[in-house]
């Protein structure tokens, strides 16, 4: 570890950007120890910890929110009771420095302590589908893919033209969540042996807290530019039809991740509530 004195004479942002990669580091071990022991660290830690956050709070460059943020770190540096506490301040920490270096957090930076999710632990609704039509984000797919997983979606299918799970933005994004998902790519509408009843998340459609969600289904969720296709929207109208959520602002629609994320919440809550006999 660098000593103080040293990072004290580097340029300002060349001396953010390594204490922000020591309280990084910190974090990391304290988070994949996946212990409540404080003596992960040592004296000698805890009294580097103290002095640059110490440091830090002479900085006139900081925010004063900032500044106080830091004086607040080096009490609980000095006298660690609560590994929890300790984490969030390490974490507060490397987040103000890491701003303050014009380093923008993604959702894939932040510490993921899950481990290897297993498949066998999560709840499945039985007959519970989704069909992404032409999602072309790798971050939606990823983020579809996590929010598919939480609420116990049995099986996802991608249409060819959707941004590939594979890629490294729908990995980190899905935080693993496409491993233990089961997923095929193909067009749903080549495929004359689906009896699933089918419905679209569109515009048009029954307000979401007004439809009549099915048990076994598949819905359809579509491009983030031009929505669900005629084809689909079609199939969708001579099947269960379409669901749709209500915006109130002068905007009046929603990233299509986030709405997927509306749609499976209530969707899972019907399931749930009213389970098949």
Excluded at 38 to 62: H, N
Aim: glycine share 6%.
């Amino acid at each position: 570890m660098i000593p103080l004195y040293k990072l004290d004479k580097l340029p300002r942002t060349q001396k953010l950007r390594k204490i922000a990669k020591v309280f990084t580091m910190a974090e990391n071990r304290l988070s994949l120890a996946n212990s409540a022991s404080l003596k992960i660290f040592s004296e000698s830690e805890y009294v580097f910890f103290a002095d640059a956050v110490k440091l830090l709070s002479q900085d006139i460059l900081f925010s004063p929110e900032a500044r106080e943020t830091f004086i607040k770190a080096a009490d609980i540096f000095k006298n660690p009771d609560d590994a929890h506490l300790l984490r969030r301040v390490l974490n507060s920490v490397k987040h103000i420095l890491l701003a303050e270096t014009g380093r923008d957090q993604a959702d894939w930076d932040f510490i993921n302590s899950d481990g290897h999710l297993d498949s066998q632990k999560r709840q499945v609704f039985e007959g519970m589908w989704v069909y992404m039509e032409d999602i072309r984000s790798p971050f939606n797919v990823g983020a579809m893919f996590r929010t598919a997983e939480s609420f116990g979606v049995e099986k996802i299918i991608l249409s060819p033209f959707c941004a590939d799970p594979r890629h490294k933005r729908a990995e980190r994004t899905a935080m693993g969540c496409i491993d233990i998902v089961p997923w095929e790519k193909c067009d749903l509408f080549s495929n004359e042996n689906n009896s699933m009843p089918i419905f679209a998340l569109e515009t048009g459609g029954v307000p979401i807290n007004e439809f009549p969600f099915p048990h076994r289904g598949i819905l359809i969720a579509g491009s983030e530019e031009l929505g669900v296709s005629p084809q689909a929207l079609a199939a969708a109208d001579a099947s269960l039809g379409r669901v749709s959520i209500p915006c109130y602002g002068t905007k009046a629609s929603l990233n299509v991740s986030v709405a997927f994320g509306i749609a499976m919440q209530s969707w899972a809550n019907v399931i749930k509530s009213a389970p098949l006999s």
